[in-house]
């Protein structure tokens, strides 16, 4: 790559980690949602390999929240909103399924896995804009049954490069979880998916040649540094701009642009 696209590459994954990271701040969103799709945009548009683009970018989606999601950790931690007795019960089977979830990823045509992001990401969007909130039904599952729920989360979050709160909340809520504790919880669990998910794609991919440098496995490192650092910077300006906003409205027009980067999944998968 020549020198000039290098910078090119460098400003516009600076530029996606600030939108990102203020975005999450500003709505309470995960940031993969847009990260995936707009790295794969980039990735492709430099003419990385397309077969490894999309695991590319969830990999290194995955990366970016180790470091996003201490800070977050940290101050649901400090609210009291954080359940460590259903972290404990859930952290293994998310590990052991975020590990299986990236060597599945890596077997999967990448147009399958464009597909499933797309739904993921159109499933999300439909949720946010209609403000459904799931109802209490039951109460938490024993250790067999958490193990299993963990494992269904871990999974589902490596193919798609996300937190599992899309998962994680939904699950606790119906288990009578409050749904402030429930999002704590879910922002703890996402470390967990997180590691295990990137370690799952480093190893995927640490056998195959002709990667891109600045590769490990499937991860891209410059897209991890230069996302990590921006989104981290700029969620606290998120957090605190969402006090003086009306923060309902701006989540249903998020929702419209998340169908548009669903859509644009979507044609990558059918193209």
């Known amino acids: 790559m020549a020198l000039g696209l290098e910078w090119q590459l460098i400003l516009e994954l600076l530029l996606l980690g600030c939108v990102t990271g203020f975005l999450a701040g ?16 980039l990735l492709t548009a430099k003419d990385f390999p397309p077969e490894h683009v999309i695991k590319m970018a969830v990999a290194t989606s995955l990366a970016t929240i180790c470091f996003t999601s201490i800070a977050s950790v940290r ?10 007795d259903i972290f404990r019960l859930l952290t293994p089977g998310i590990v052991v399924g975020s590990m299986l979830g990236a060597q599945l990823a890596k077997w999967l045509p990448a147009a ?10 159109g499933f999300s969007a439909t949720q946010m804009l209609r403000d459904i909130k799931p109802k209490p039904t039951r109460q938490l599952p024993g250790t067999p049954g958490m193990l299993a729920a963990g494992a269904v989360i871990g999974l589902l ?9 899309f998962v994680s909340v939904p699950f606790m809520v119906a288990s009578n979880v409050a749904i402030h504790t429930a999002v704590g919880t879910s922002a703890a669990l996402g470390f967990p998916i997180a590691l295990a998910g990137t370690i799952g794609y480093v190893i995927a991919g640490w056998s195959l040649t002709g990667m891109p440098a600045g590769t490990l496995g499937f991860l ?9 650092l921006a989104s981290v910077a700029m969620a606290p ?9 009306n923060v309902r409205h701006l989540r249903r027009m998020f929702a419209l642009l998340l169908y548009g980067l669903a859509g644009y999944m979507l044609m990558k998968g059918l193209g």
């Open 26 to 41: 500003l709505l309470g969103v995960g940031g993969g949602m847009m990260m995936v799709p707009f790295i794969t945009l």
């Open 75 to 84: 101050a649901q931690h400090a609210r009291g909103a954080v359940r460590w």
């Open 112 to 121: 399958t896995l464009a597909l499933l992001f797309a739904a993921f990401v």
């Open 157 to 165: 979050a490596a193919l798609v490069g996300a937190g599992g709160a």
């Open 220 to 228: 891209y490192l410059p897209a991890l540094l230069v996302v990590s």
């Open 237 to 245: 300006v998120g957090v605190r701009t969402a006090h003086r906003l």
